[in-house]
């Protein structure tokens, strides 16, 4: 399965995946709680230079986060256009900061991390008979999954508009759910296959 991960190590790589897991968390809901434009600029600047300051691998992933800045703009246009500017960069700013922390964890992370995390965090709903294994597993593939369908949407993108000149916008979403069940089922049998069933 795709994913972000960075094999060239970096400052980050060094530190272990429950604290990274636990500031990315913490720093999220402070996103939100922060409404001062002042307070989520410097935030966001902070946290790009951060970003920036992972080297190679960090530039080797900007181009993936094209998406996020056109849909930050048209948030903030959209606010502007309703009345609301202010509101709109607010709202941008904590789009574009989130993402840059998550793709943070994502380049700095390893997959089976970031399962062990997820199992000891689930692990006292044992005493409730839930399989904690399983359900860390589940939402670790949905986390790394949204790299493989961001990945297929770009290529989906590319490929339109190569032949047209234009993006693919919504045309796209029938293709692209056609794939996310191929790559679902492929997964699926992989896991079969893994756990012998």
């Known amino acids: 399965m795709l994913s972000l991960y960075a094999a060239q190590k970096t400052w980050l790589h060094r530190v272990a995946a429950g604290p990274k897991l636990a500031s990315l968390c913490v720093l999220g809901t402070g996103l939100l709680l922060v409404g001062d434009?002042?307070?989520?600029?410097?935030?966001?600047a902070m946290v790009l230079a951060l970003f920036v300051s992972l080297g190679r691998p960090a530039w080797r992933a900007l181009p993936r986060l094209r998406a996020v800045v056109?849909?930050?703009?048209?948030?903030?246009?959209?606010?502007?256009?309703?009345g609301s500017p202010a509101l709109g960069v607010v709202s941008a700013l904590r789009l574009v900061t989130g993402i840059l922390l998550?793709?943070?964890?994502?380049?700095?992370?390893?997959?089976?991390?970031?399962?062990?995390?997820?199992?000891s965090l689930l692990r006292p709903l044992q005493a409730l008979g839930i399989p904690t294994g399983?359900?860390?597993?589940?939402?670790?593939?949905?986390?790394?999954?949204?790299?493989?369908?961001?990945?297929?949407?770009?290529?989906?993108d590319d490929a339109h508009r190569a032949r047209t000149g234009r993006g693919g916008g919504l045309r796209l979403l029938a293709p692209l759910t056609l794939r996310t069940l191929q790559t679902?089922?492929?997964?699926?049998?992989?896991?079969?296959?893994?756990l012998g069933r």
């Not at 434009?37 to 966001?44: A, N, P, S």
């Not at 849909?71 to 256009?81: C, G, N, P």
């Not at 998550?102 to 199992?119: I, N, Q, S, W």
């Not at 679902?184 to 893994?194: P, Q």
């Open 37 to 44: 434009l002042r307070w989520l600029l410097g935030g966001c």
């Open 70 to 82: 056109v849909m930050a703009v048209l948030i903030a246009a959209f606010h502007a256009w309703v």
């Open 102 to 119: 998550a793709t943070m964890l994502t380049l700095t992370t390893r997959f089976d991390d970031l399962l062990d995390v997820l199992e």
């Open 134 to 156: 399983r359900l860390a597993l589940a939402l670790a593939l949905v986390l790394r999954f949204i790299d493989v369908f961001h990945g297929q949407w770009q290529r989906l």
């Open 184 to 194: 679902a089922d492929r997964v699926a049998d992989a896991l079969a296959a893994r």
